[in-house]
């Protein structure tokens, strides 16, 4: 990454509070979803192949999230219409996270940032890295979570499409599903307090 | 199902309080996991698979459960150990709702029993339908979330195995995870509150 293409408001890089979740608890989410040492590998090649893909990757995400009028509304404005501009910085992190899945290490930076994330869903800093006066101030816990079936079914064409012989497409499908569900279930942390 | 083998504490029957998720909220989830019309028909042939072998999917669901500490902590009795009676009876219901997730209609009775689902792993309920004196008051909901990807990887070879050559198993596994999504986000309503 270079300073002209790193996303508006994107701080994985920027000193930031550590994360409530500990790497202990994080070892115990990765056994949750039965990570296991060929994960490593597969999500690194699945990011070889998604990483210059990301902006069709988006495509197919803002296309859905677009026409749905229940998700789209979380990015409305102070008029109370889609703000263009909040969706494109918002866009801009959403690419770049995908390449993080594949390529970031697990480690207490990374759940840091994960933290970061939750909170900018949660009502605790939404709007406040796009500077928006929106009427949505969280956003809502199930769509967030339900999120994770376009998100893991889309991306199975995109890894069919980049894969070479000896690449083994399930295996990299089933290492990004595993990682998705970890980092979306650290996003639900602010969500569920002492619960979580 | 006849009176003799309704599991111990199963009550999707019984009259229930009617589930703060009202049907448009339903509509919307099933809206967020892609839901098409093919969908039914393919988790109802699913049903028709796994109805028969929901013992074995559980033998494999609670050897992995058994095997976790931190998670099967959340079935401990009074004497800090796991209560074997307890698990049984939770695996009553759990090889049930395997059932029920591709047999019963998306319908407010269904409403109904997800939320009474959910508040057993919440504080709520936890402990009260099998009498249990547990020192674990709640399921904490990042296990809960976390086991989808258990719940949805390990159904493939059952269905795998039970497919016949018009069946189109890629179709059923994918009804299955939209499914399964759906009722672990309706679970997790109590712990979100009005953030959910």
Chains 1, 2 share one sequence.
């Not at 060929?38 to 998604?50: H, N, S, T, V, Y």
């Not at 939404?126 to 500077?131: E, I, L, R, S, V």
Request: glycine share 6%.
């Amino acid at each position: 990454m270079t300073a002209e293409n790193i996303p508006a408001g994107y701080s994985y890089d920027e000193q930031l509070p550590p994360s409530p979740v500990d790497e202990d608890r994080l070892s115990e989410l990765l056994t949750n979803v039965m990570w296991s040492d060929a994960d490593a590998p597969a999500l690194r090649r699945a990011g070889e192949i998604l990483s210059p893909r990301v902006s069709d990757i988006l495509d197919v995400w803002y296309d859905f999230i677009g026409s749905t009028p229940h998700l789209v509304s979380v990015f409305r404005g102070a008029d109370g219409e889609p703000d263009a501009e909040y969706l494109d910085r918002v866009r801009g992190r959403f690419e770049q996270w995908v390449i993080d899945v594949c390529t970031r290490e697990f480690d207490s930076q990374w759940l840091a940032y994960q933290e970061e994330i939750a909170l900018r869903h949660h009502t605790t800093k939404k709007n406040t890295t796009d500077g928006v006066d929106s009427p949505s101030g969280h956003v809502p816990m199930k769509d967030m979570f339900a999120l994770i079936v376009p998100v893991t079914l889309t991306i199975r064409s995109f890894l069919e499409e980049g894969a070479e012989a000896d690449d083994d497409v399930e295996a990299m499908h089933q290492a990004w599903f595993k990682a998705v569900t970890v980092t979306l279930v650290l996003w639900s942390r602010p969500y569920a307090g002492d619960l979580w």
